[in-house]
């Protein structure tokens, strides 16, 4: 079926920066491509976890629903998640993950990474954007609005993608990690984390991406180019 390790993605970063985010893949087609993910909802209403085959939307009222089938992403990336290596090892805060995927596999430079932590954290800060105001609004907007939140002493799973540089636009380059806690009653968009004891940190490197476009009449209006710094600003 499904192959491990490959990423399947819906749409592009950029286009969410135009603000196409009014349609999008069903979450039952979505569930087909794998067990862990990332990504949003339309209008971009809140950030999406996909953990254990399961959708989760967290929202920016800071409760979290799972979604139903029929609901659209205009933006996720899923895998089938199978770790190639399990460790327990210190995790001091967000940077720390680099040193940790590093060391798995330092020839991943310009290779993508998914992983998945989960452990008890200190401190952990994490956001969860509003949705659009109106159609068609920029992501890049919707910074000031966001909910976030801190949490002291939580106990979660992280799900995360790192992407090389260059692909800045389509994905997110570098880190991308939604948080979800472990009573799935808090989570977001992960800005920084700390952490005093171990956590267990899963690790897969992957070579294969499939990126699937909208055909929608907004996708094809949309005028997109790679705002490196606002797509840092937002999603860093
Ligand atoms: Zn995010």
Do not use: C
């Not at 087609?29 to 967290?58: A, C, H, P, R, W």
């Not at 992280?158 to 990690?177: L, N, S």
């Amino acid at each position: 079926m499904v192959e491990p390790n490959h990423i399947y993605q819906y749409s592009i970063i950029n286009a969410l920066m135009a603000g196409v985010a009014d349609s999008g893949i069903p979450v039952s087609q979505f569930t087909s491509k794998g067990n862990q993910g990332i990504g949003t909802f339309t209008k971009i209403q809140g950030e999406l976890v996909l953990l254990d085959d399961k959708v989760y939307q967290l929202q920016a009222s800071g409760s979290i629903r799972t979604a139903g089938p029929e609901e659209q992403l205009p933006y996720a990336v899923a895998t089938q998640y199978e770790p190639q290596r399990t460790i327990r090892t210190p995790l001091k805060d967000k940077d720390d993950i680099d040193r940790v995927l590093e060391e798995f596999n330092d020839h991943a430079g310009n290779l993508f990474m998914s992983y998945r932590v989960d452990g008890r954290f200190k401190k952990l800060k994490a956001r969860t954007v509003r949705g659009q105001e109106y159609e068609g609004q920029p992501l890049s907007e919707l910074g000031s609005k966001q909910a976030v939140q801190e949490y002291e002493d939580i106990e979660g799973t992280i799900v995360g993608f790192r992407a090389p540089a260059a692909w800045q636009g389509f994905m997110v380059a570098g880190e991308h990690m939604h948080f979800i806690d472990r009573d799935r009653n808090v989570g977001g968009h992960l800005l920084e984390l700390e952490s005093d004891g171990e956590v267990e940190f899963g690790v897969a490197v992957v070579n294969n991406v499939h990126i699937e476009l909208p055909t929608s009449e907004k996708f094809n209006a949309a005028r997109m180019t790679t705002e490196d710094a606002g797509i840092k600003g937002i999603e860093g």
